[in-house]
């Protein structure tokens, strides 16, 4: 991958506009922003490009929703960097007029992204909409460098635009998932196998081990000819027993079931066609806990259970097995991280990284969509 350039690399700043993309997508509760690990990885960049006398203008997307707002982020983001104004515009003459406002090492937070539909399609008027509001560009959103949108694509290639602090650690760390060292072990919960695909087919040539947990082990155990009840399986997961052909591949072995008699523990051979699995069992933590002593490198992505419903256990078990392991650890996904967080284990790991989907396509591909803008669009 060729090489991007970082802040580091930027000319002075004393006066300049920057356009920082930032990752601010954090739960918003009762009005309020929730788990706010996403703005505190953000503050480093932000802060180092204040300190240099820029003006500093925050763009980010939140939720899914075109009228979700992020004033409640700004609230939260304020009590870090008191500095920070906020404008329910992104483009318009009220957030132009706030930017010519702005201060040399002012932080000026503007409105989501996605209330303006040009952003998801990378519209050729709203990036250049954006890329007029600045005159550098900083990617500091590695959660979203998958997606090209105008925010991540279009306004590179535009102005020049280099890579944050956050960004470029993401990168750094994320290397290692991609050159592991032997014995490696990478664990794979969640759902959706069509979408998994890919990723399985690069993990399978570089990792030693792959264990699969969460929905994604349901099918994966139907594929084994075991009966799974009524749980949740992909549609299409035809590939399933070809991967589990290769040896590499460790499915659960007992699970936690809901079911007539209740919530327990089950043999896989032993599922009824009532029950539906939401955990992964005693026996088989157990079993991962050895691997996960012996590897040298751990990549986990995805609850290993139903968490939404409450089935931490099996999650929760295995985020403490790594947090006391000598390996290297490298941690991705929103819910995985959330419950390593509320464990109180966030520095036991090597790495914790904010982007989840950003970081399964990166350990395909090797790059991603925002990467690769920042080393084809104009240099300063």
């Not at 959330?338 to 591909?365: H, K, N, P, Q, V």
């Amino acid at each position: 991958m060729k090489r991007y350039n970082t802040i580091a690399d930027m000319p002075p700043l004393a006066g300049k506009r920057v356009l920082v993309r930032a990752e601010l997508n954090v739960p918003i509760k009762d009005g309020k922003a929730g788990d706010q690990y996403r703005i505190e990885m953000a503050l480093p960049t932000l802060i180092e490009l204040a300190s240099r006398g820029a003006k500093v203008i925050v763009v980010a997307h939140l939720g899914r929703k075109p009228e979700d707002s992020l004033r409640p982020v700004y609230e939260a983001l304020r009590t870090y960097l008191p500095n920070t104004h906020f404008v329910p515009d992104l483009v318009g003459d009220v957030a132009q007029e706030a930017i010519a406002a702005l201060s040399d090492g002012g932080v000026l937070l503007l409105e989501n992204l996605r209330s303006n539909p040009g952003e998801i399609t990378n519209d050729a008027a709203f990036a250049d909409a954006l890329a007029h509001l600045a005159d550098y560009y900083v990617d500091d959103a590695f959660g979203a460098a998958h997606r090209a949108h105008a925010s991540i694509v279009g306004v590179p290639s535009r102005i020049p635009g280099f890579a944050g602090l956050l960004l470029d650690r993401e990168l750094s760390e994320l290397a290692d998932g991609l050159t592991p060292h032997t014995p490696s072990l990478f664990i794979l919960g969640g759902a959706k196998f069509d979408t998994k695909v890919p990723l399985l087919t690069a993990a399978l040539a570089r990792y030693d081990t792959i264990c699969i947990g969460g929905a994604l082990a349901n099918d994966f155990m139907r594929a084994q000819g075991y009966v799974v009840g009524t749980s949740l399986v992909s549609e299409e997961a035809s590939q399933a027993a070809e991967f589990m052909a290769t040896g590499k591949l460790m499915i659960p072995t007992d699970v936690i079931v809901e079911g007539p008699d209740g919530v327990q523990v089950k043999q896989v051979a032993h599922i009824s066609p009532q029950d539906r699995i939401v955990d992964i069992g005693p026996e088989t933590i157990t079993e991962l806990g050895v691997r996960i002593a012996h590897a040298k490198t751990i990549l986990w992505n995805g609850p290993l259970g139903y968490v939404e419903g409450g089935f931490t256990d099996g999650t929760q078990s295995v985020a403490q097995l790594i947090a006391d392991a000598p390996g290297h650890s490298l941690i991705g996904g929103g819910d995985t991280v959330a419950a390593i967080r509320e464990l109180g284990l966030a520095d036991s790991f090597s790495f914790l990284s904010t982007g989840g989907g950003a970081m399964l396509e990166y350990l395909i591909d090797g790059t991603l969509p925002g990467v690769e803008a920042l080393t084809t669009g104009p240099q300063a």
